[in-house]
């Protein structure tokens, strides 16, 4: 992230560390279906054990989106600008995800424009 020439931050970079990962999550899936990919996130819901994600299998730590379009995959995970940790089992599955020659990211809300070229 690149400071102004005062050591502050800029407009765009205070927003981009305000963002949520559920509002840059939207932006990322707007972004992709006005570019005319299929995109699918896992919501998580609120249960009497927590916050669960029915899922069978090996989920613990699956991507945040999977996006498609023609010939492409692409497993995303998401993260905050600030705070925003990939644990382990998000890059086991990002590695196995690129093992198997399918694109993989780690992107956060200041990667946006880059995101956008990547997508077209």
């Known amino acids: 992230m690149t400071a102004t020439t005062r050591g502050r931050l800029s407009e765009v970079q205070r927003a981009d560390r305000a963002l949520t990962e559920a509002e840059f999550l939207r ?3 707007d972004l992709a279906r006005l ?4 995109t699918a996130h896992f919501r998580p819901a609120w249960s009497g054990r927590g916050w669960r994600t029915p899922v069978q299998g090996d989920g613990q730590g699956f991507p945040d989106l999977i996006l498609v379009r023609r010939e492409r995959l692409i497993a995303a995970e998401l993260k905050r600008e600030i705070g925003g940790v ?3 089992d998000q890059l086991t599955w990002l590695a196995a995800f ?3 020659g399918l694109e993989t990211a780690i992107w956060r ?3 946006l424009q880059r995101i956008a070229e ?3």
């Open 118 to 120: 990547e997508l077209r």
């Open 27 to 29: 932006q990322v899936i």
């Open 109 to 111: 809300p200041s990667d």
């Open 98 to 100: 690129d093992a198997a």
């Open 86 to 88: 990939v644990s382990s």
């Open 35 to 38: 570019l005319g990919w299929r």
